[in-house]
């Protein structure tokens, strides 16, 4: 098969090398690509968020299957367009992807089908939004309706950083994304992601993830697009699953489903644990980002078996095979992220590197300029490796991070903490 994976960042590298080692895949475009992808696949520079752009491409290179990576163009339709011509795709339609690009349609459907999430109010203007604040004290949280980049929420530890955080979004700060604010009890517990694959109708588990969002150690500092992930995620016993699937994953898929927008592709609930109860924090309708390489390392070639039959309806017959390990990327940024940062800083020491499918660097943000590997984003490195125990993990990857010579990079040292104990 001729498979198109969308996106550029480490996500994408790390569905694209699953799916290398997956015998029916005979020709893998990436697009847009990055330098680490460029190494084992085509890429090819398209408008991935332009659907006709991306069929016609599809039917220029024979395209038998696209991958949808990151939110934008499920948002923008791309899936709805690739299905209408007959393309087969992994990825919900955009009327499915509100789940991700409406904070307020997804606490309607949890409303709707009685989904456990943080009690919230929706506001078109600071005025009442305040009003409520102070009615609700802090802490608070506050969040931009639409897709913002995973910057639009600010968890407020006061009511005038909560009057603050209206402002700036009634102000313009997140664009049409802020025109409506969702205000959000807040919530305490421990968060953990999981990952399901929906078909419409039946729902497959496919694994579970922990992810460090903070910059600094200690989980400290500004929040990120995530600096580590680990999976499994201890926190997510059998029991605490099958809750968040019995009350709220399932529940979920049903009520789209009643409404003519079933779900179709991956579906990322990130979820606030307490006292074995899970809660809705969010949904993302794509896998994480550095969650996929976690995931795919566990996975391996089966993924796009699974993503084949998540596509073309028949979960209810695919088994995921488990191995019982851990795997765990720890992500190398430029100095200076979630700040400022310098581009163009020379990467070396990666030819020496293990590719293994146990240990592979995967790239989010490199760009080759010569024969140099430069940085090209924030986050730019996913190093990533698997072991029999989460100790065994780190360690491997905490070797390879060691034998990376980027004097510019920042790497965190305590991917983990929590489960390691
Ligand atoms: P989101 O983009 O909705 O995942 O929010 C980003 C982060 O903000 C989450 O991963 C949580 O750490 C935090 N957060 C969001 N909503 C809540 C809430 N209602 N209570 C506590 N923390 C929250
Ligand atoms: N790592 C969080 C996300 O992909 O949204």
Not at 76 to 99: E, K, N, Q
Not at 139 to 160: N, S, Y
Not at 196 to 224: F, M, S, W, Y
Not at 344 to 365: D, K, Q
């Amino acid at each position: 098969m001729n498979i198109l994976v969308l996106g550029g960042g480490g996500r994408e590298h790390a569905l694209a090398w699953a799916i290398l080692q997956n015998p029916k895949c005979d020709r893998l475009i990436c697009a847009p690509g990055n330098a680490g992808i460029d190494e084992i696949a085509e890429c090819a520079d398209i408008d991935i968020e332009d659907g006709g752009v991306v069929a016609d491409f599809c039917a220029e290179n024979a395209v038998d299957f696209v991958v949808i990576g990151p939110e934008a163009p499920l948002a923008a339709g791309v899936a709805d367009t690739l299905d209408a011509a007959g393309i087969a795709v992994f990825g919900p339609s955009a009327a499915a992807a509100r789940l991700e690009a409406s904070k307020s349609f997804t606490k309607e459907i949890c409303d709707a089908c009685g989904a456990p999430t943080a009690a919230w109010a929706r506001f078109a203007a600071a005025g009442p939004a305040k009003d409520y604040v102070r009615a609700q004290g802090a802490p608070i949280v506050v969040k931009a309706d639409g897709l913002a980049a995973g910057k639009g929420v600010v968890v407020a530890e006061t009511v005038d950083a909560a009057e603050a955080a209206i402002d700036e979004m009634f102000g313009g700060a997140f664009g049409g994304a802020g025109a409506e604010v969702v205000i959000e009890e807040f919530m305490t517990g421990e968060e953990a992601s999981f990952f399901v694959l929906c078909d419409g109708e039946t729902v497959l588990p496919i694994g579970t993830a922990q992810d460090h969002k903070r910059i600094g150690e200690g989980d400290t500092g500004p929040n990120t697009g995530g600096m580590g992930a680990y999976s499994p995620a201890p926190v997510m016993t059998p029991e605490v699953a099958a809750r968040a699937l019995d009350e709220i994953v399932r529940p979920t898929v049903a009520e789209m489903a009643r409404r003519g927008t079933p779900y179709r592709g991956v579906l990322y609930a990130g979820l606030m644990i307490r006292d074995g109860r899970p809660r809705l924090v969010e949904y993302n309708v794509r896998f994480g980002d550095p969650e996929a390489q976690v995931l795919m390392m566990r996975l391996g070639a089966q993924a796009f078996d699974l993503m084949q039959a998540c596509a073309e309806g028949r979960l209810d017959a695919a088994r995921v095979h488990w191995a019982e390990d851990h795997a765990m990327t720890v992500v190398m940024a430029a100095a200076g992220y979630p700040g400022a940062y310098e581009k163009g800083s020379e990467i070396r020491g990666l030819e020496g590197l293990p590719e293994t499918s146990s240990e592979m660097v995967f790239h989010a943000g490199t760009r080759r300029e010569g024969g140099r590997l430069v940085a090209s984003g924030g986050r730019v490195l996913n190093v990533t490796a698997r072991g029999a125990s989460l100790a065994e993990a780190r360690d491997r990857v905490y070797a390879m991070v060691d034998a990376i010579d980027w004097p510019e990079g920042y790497a965190r040292r305590d991917i983990g903490w929590r489960a390691l104990g």
